[in-house]
Every structure is written in structure tokens, then in C-alpha cells.
């Protein structure tokens, strides 16, 4: 069943009853070179294992499972649990899966720990999604996922990107080395939203960048930081951090930080450093291989 043909895909919604719900971030994926793409970025080969999360109508699951062992499908809306029945009907190496994706243990979804993650994620949920995918110890090597342009650009942007570089990008490029594989337009989706998407492959690391020190200390600092990025840093410290102004100094300086500059203008590396040099505590439990 080629649910990538519109007309295709209306009619198994049609005989379903089903439309696309918006309130659960529904867009259904019907261009065939975004398909395409996602499935060239996720490097596929019959020996992976791929969660994806969302897989509406089944649009993208088909091809997942033309070239993986096995996929597991997650999905939160039982109206679309049924067209995924009928959609992918007769593919054994698919699990479709019923859950919230925020409220269940996603690694343990399928039978096996997936080694790739596909995700066309709704606009609303993709920070926490995120943070599911590639946050956990148990990320794999690989997730490639279909998110707002905005998003995109903000995972991707640099030290010198400006005002699009904030927590989510030192969240993500902590985790893994992110790029933009290609942008696309709100016809590839039915219904259409609004704006611009891009599909994202992240090449996750063994182990974060900020290793050894405390993940939930230094991501904390990091998002009060962000929470007075107007602010020069030796003001910012300040703040929400707590860090007294003599002291921040001290450590920015330590660090070879200007103290002038602002959150969104560190690197990766002078957040870490920093981080360090203001007595963020280690990990007494450091990451499973």
C-alpha cells in the first residue's frame, strides 16, 4: 500500500475515519525525496534495529522496514494504531507499539536496544523528545529526525550563530555532533503546517562532552545561564546561578573568557571549562559503555 501517493493515504484515512490531529502534532509526510532523504541519512543496513516514534499512517515505517531487521513503531493515538494495522499488514519485523512516547522507557520498547532512531516529532514535544533520544546512556549511534526549521537551526548553531544559539544547542551538541541534512517545505506535509521544516542527523557520542562532570548539575547551570543571556556573563553568573560577582569574574577569567561576553557567544569548550572552574561536582556514577 503506497500511503506516500496523497490520494493513497486519503483513502486509508478516509476508511479509517481518521484525520490527522492536530493537537497531537499530526503531519502526515508525502513527499517521496524527504522520505528519501531521511531514510539516506539514517544509514540503514538489515543488521540495525529502529524505534521510531510517531509513525502516523505508516508513511515512513514501510521504508524503514524494507531495509532494517526489525522496527518499532510508538505511537500515542489509538485511532492511528488501527490504519497502522492495515498499512503495514504483513510486515513481521514491524512492532507497533501504543504508548506516550514522554511516559514510557522508549529503550525498551522494542526487543531489542535500537541502534537507530527515527523521528518525524511533533513541533510541541521536541525538546523532551530529545532529550529522551539521545540524553539517555542508552542512545544509539544514529538519530535522524523531521523537526521545525527554528529547532533545526537552534541544535545546529554555533558560538558566532548569535540569537539561535541557546540551552537546546549546547544540550545537543553535548550528546552529538548535529547537522541539517536537508530543509523542508510545509507541502511535504498534509495537512501543511505553518512553517518550514528540516531533517536533523545526529551522530551521538560515547559519552557527553561535558564527561565527568554532573549531567544534571552542568545542564542545570547552563540553562540559568541562558535564562539572562542579555546580560554580559560576570552579570548572568549572578542571577539565577548564584555565583557573586567577584567570584565570576574570577572563574571567567580562569577559564580565558572575557567576562563582557554573552552565554550565546561560548563554545562548547568554555562552557566546560567554566562549569569547571565554578566547582560544577563530577560524576560519582559515571556512564554504562
Do not use: C
Not at 79 to 88: E, K
Not at 144 to 173: D, H, I, N, P, Y
Not at 225 to 241: C, I
Amino acid at each position: 500500500m503506497d500511503v506516500v501517493d496523497p490520494r493513497e493515504l486519503k483513502s486509508v484515512l478516509r476508511r479509517h475515519g481518521v484525520r490527522a490531529a492536530t493537537s497531537l502534532g499530526q503531519r502526515f509526510l508525502v513527499d517521496r525525496l524527504v522520505l528519501q532523504a531521511i531514510l539516506e541519512a539514517a544509514e540503514l543496513s538489515v543488521a540495525d534495529d529502529v524505534l521510531e516514534v510517531g509513525p502516523g499512517p505508516g508513511v515512513l515505517t514501510a521504508k524503514l522496514a524494507e531495509r532494517a531487521r526489525s522496527v518499532t513503531a510508538v505511537e500515542i493515538d489509538e485511532r492511528m494504531v488501527a490504519v497502522l494495522r492495515d498499512t503495514l499488514a504483513g510486515r513481521d519485523n514491524v512492532r507497533i507499539v501504543r504508548a506516550d512516547a514522554l511516559a514510557v522507557d522508549l529503550f525498551a520498547a522494542g526487543e531489542r536496544r535500537p541502534t537507530r532512531i527515527v523521528a518525524n516529532v511533533p513541533y510541541q514535544i521536541t525538546t523532551p523528545l530529545l532529550e529522551r533520544f539521545i540524553g539517555d546512556e542508552r542512545r544509539p549511534p544514529l538519530v535522524v529526525v523531521l523537526v521545525q526549521e527554528e529547532v533545526a537551526r537552534r541544535m545546529v548553531a554555533t558560538a558566532s550563530s548569535g540569537k539561535e544559539r541557546g540551552f537546546l544547542s549546547v544540550f545537543v551538541q553535548s550528546f552529538a555532533d548535529a547537522k541539517i541534512v536537508r530543509r523542508v517545505p510545509p507541502s511535504a506535509f498534509q495537512p501543511a503546517p505553518k512553517v518550514s521544516s528540516a531533517v536533523v542527523a545526529l551522530r551521538t557520542h560515547a559519552r557527553p562532552a561535558f564527561a565527568p562532570l554532573d549531567r544534571t548539575a552542568f545542564l542545570r547551570f547552563v540553562s540559568d545561564v541562558f535564562r539572562h543571556r542579555r546580560k554580559q556573563l560576570r552579570g548572568a553568573l549572578g542571577h539565577e546561578a548564584g555565583v557573586a560577582p567577584e567570584r565570576a569574574e574570577a572563574a571567567l577569567r580562569a577559564s580565558g573568557i572575557e567576562p563582557r561576553r554573552r552565554a550565546e557567544e561560548l563554545t562548547l569548550e568554555e562552557w566546560v571549562a567554566l562549569a569547571r572552574a565554578l566547582g560544577v561536582p563530577t560524576d560519582r556514577s559515571p556512564e554504562r559503555p
